[in-house]
């Protein structure tokens, strides 16, 4: 599994395309976690910044 801890984010509002997931697990996804190096918005999205290390400890 690939991890790409800079592009991290929590979606708090919003919804996005995240067909692309790459290493996101389902669990992690449904936590609202995005990659936004390879998600795409749907609408206006609120996004909380700097999760990594909460994600990948």
Do not use: N, W
Not at 6 to 20: A, P, R
Request: proline share 4%.
């Amino acid at each position: 599994m690939h991890y790409y801890p800079t592009c991290t984010v929590k979606l708090i509002e919003g919804t996005v395309d995240q067909s692309e997931r790459s290493s996101l697990s389902d669990e992690q996804m449904a936590e609202g976690y995005v990659l936004i190096c390879v998600a795409y918005p749907k609408a206006d999205c609120v996004l909380e910044t700097h999760k990594e290390e909460e994600l990948f400890g």
